[in-house]
């Protein structure tokens, strides 16, 4: 209730459970799922659930499979994943997956049941430092402790799970906060633009401009994707006529693979990826930790003597493992709109030799995928299918519209190689253990939109290849529906 002035009277508001506070807020911050795996101590927000249709509980039979969810469902919707978890234990199972999300900077906002504070000093049953656990994966950890805290703490951890870096943030909701009354307001939703420009845009068009033609390469990050800048990043390479190599270790390939300048993906050894950019002057990185290594080898991927350039919304990243000639903290697309307008002055000196550069990758592509077609079918015929025949046929058969996730470590390799779509949302791939893919979303992965509210979108298909013995609930949930 407003008085004249427009400011709630606190009087005014029916006092209610805590747990009823959690559901205001989260339905005034838009989101519409809870993925949980509930015991005692959640039973004041399932109680509190009936009241509120907006938002579904949808239901896993482990945690590590509840978290697999909520990262399918941020990745696929670009919002944050909201977690309900069942005190220490429940916690303790979801650890691995949420290795996997602060890994990947995946936005979720975990919560787990704590024991009634009142006898916590007697060590109950299922009680725990939920905070210390929690902690090390986490952006921060805290534990409400009164019901009026509620809606500070629950959106303070919705907006900081998807400020640069996204990642996971926990809450620790005991049981009599839960129940506990109070007349607290819910507050208001925050507009909140997460979508600078870097500054010294004009400073790095005149680096990458004076980089003689031929030898500058890109390097598509994972956060092309979270930033919605596929377009933009076609639109430099073109530019430049510059070859784009996608992260070695990446959560998606978001750069058509159908167009000449797609370069595939960088290995995961330094020492390798070192050798595939010697050829270059300069490296212009989209997006951070995108030279990700897994076995040892001496030395560091970046040639000594090629200058590298980022542009990165999440600072931590700019400057941290590699010396740079200019790195630019800014939204990838917002920075890239400001870029490319200036880039048609300062390159109009060697257009023609970025035309040819162009019609150069066009020729050396259809020579790969040519020589690989030649590959695939000498082995097709062997006693034992081999991974390259393996991935030739799959991705034959998935066609340019599917979209894929990719678990199988044996082929992953391959199939990247034989991908051949235009699409920049086709192929996502697993950061440790669990895929991309969660509950309603499968069409944003292709078409890179949501479905609109109230109309049914068509269906879309998803193709998961999981490594024998693998069932990945992350995969199973894409519409509430089980898919393998």
């Not at 069942?86 to 975990?110: C, D, K, W």
């Not at 004009?202 to 890109?218: M, T």
């Not at 490296?283 to 003597?305: D, K, N, Q, R």
Request: glycine content about 10%.
């Amino acid at each position: 209730m407003l008085n004249d002035t427009g400011i709630t009277q606190v009087d005014a508001i029916e006092a209610r459970r805590g747990a009823a506070v959690v559901l205001e807020v989260l339905r005034s911050e838009g989101v519409r799922y809870i993925f949980g795996n509930p015991g005692t101590t959640e039973l004041p927000l399932i109680d509190a659930l009936a009241a509120v249709p907006e938002i579904s509980y949808i239901l896993g039979l482990q945690e590590a499979s509840v978290v697999a969810m909520a990262h399918g469902y941020a990745q696929a919707s670009g919002r944050p994943g909201f977690v309900n978890l069942h005190t220490a234990g429940g916690l303790g199972h979801a650890m691995g997956a949420l290795i996997n999300a602060q890994v990947s900077n995946t936005p979720l906002v975990v919560t787990a049941g704590q024991q009634d504070t009142r006898h916590g000093h007697i060590d109950p049953l299922l009680s725990g430092n939920l905070v210390g656990i929690a902690g090390p994966v986490m952006k921060w950890a805290h534990e409400v402790l009164h019901p009026d805290q509620i809606p500070v703490m629950l959106r303070r951890a919705l907006h900081d799970s998807t400020a640069a870096p996204s990642g996971p943030v926990f809450l620790s909701l005991p049981i009599d906060v839960m129940e506990r009354t109070t007349a607290v307001s819910s507050g208001e939703v925050s507009r909140i633009d997460r979508t600078p420009v870097a500054g010294s845009i004009d400073e790095l068009g005149d680096a990458l401009a004076a980089v003689r033609p031929g030898r500058l390469a890109i390097i598509a990050g994972d956060e092309i994707l979270t930033s919605g800048a596929w377009d933009e990043v076609v639109a430099l390479a073109e530019a430049f006529g510059a070859p784009v190599f996608g992260s070695s270790w990446p959560a998606g390939i978001p750069f058509p693979t159908a167009h000449p300048l797609w370069a595939g993906n960088l290995p995961t050894k330094a020492s390798e990826i070192r050798t595939q950019l010697v050829p270059f002057d300069a490296l212009f990185a989209l997006g951070g930790h995108s030279m990700i290594t897994y076995l040892y080898s001496e030395g560091l991927p970046v040639p000594p003597a090629c200058r590298l350039f980022q542009l990165s919304a999440n600072v931590r990243d700019l400057g941290r493992t590699h010396a740079t000639a200019l790195s630019c903290a800014g939204d990838i697309r917002a920075s890239l709109k400001v870029l490319l307008p200036t880039l048609d002055r300062k390159l109009a000196e060697n257009r023609d030799a970025f035309t040819s550069l162009r019609v150069m990758a066009g020729h050396a592509r259809a020579a790969r995928r040519d020589g690989l077609k030649v590959q695939a079918a000498a082995e097709f015929d062997a006693p034992v299918t081999t991974p390259l025949t393996a991935a030739a046929e799959v991705v034959r058969a998935i066609g340019p519209r599917i979209a894929i996730v990719d678990e199988a470590a044996v082929t992953m390799h391959h199939v990247r190689s034989f991908l051949d779509s235009s699409f920049p949302r086709q192929y996502f791939f697993y950061a440790l253990c669990d895929t991309r893919l969660g509950h309603a979303g499968c069409s944003r992965h292709i078409t890179g939109t949501r479905p609109r509210a109230g109309r049914v979108s068509r269906r879309r298909w998803l193709l998961a290849l999981l490594t024998p013995g693998v069932v990945d609930c992350g995969a199973r949930a894409v519409a509430g529906k089980p898919l393998l």
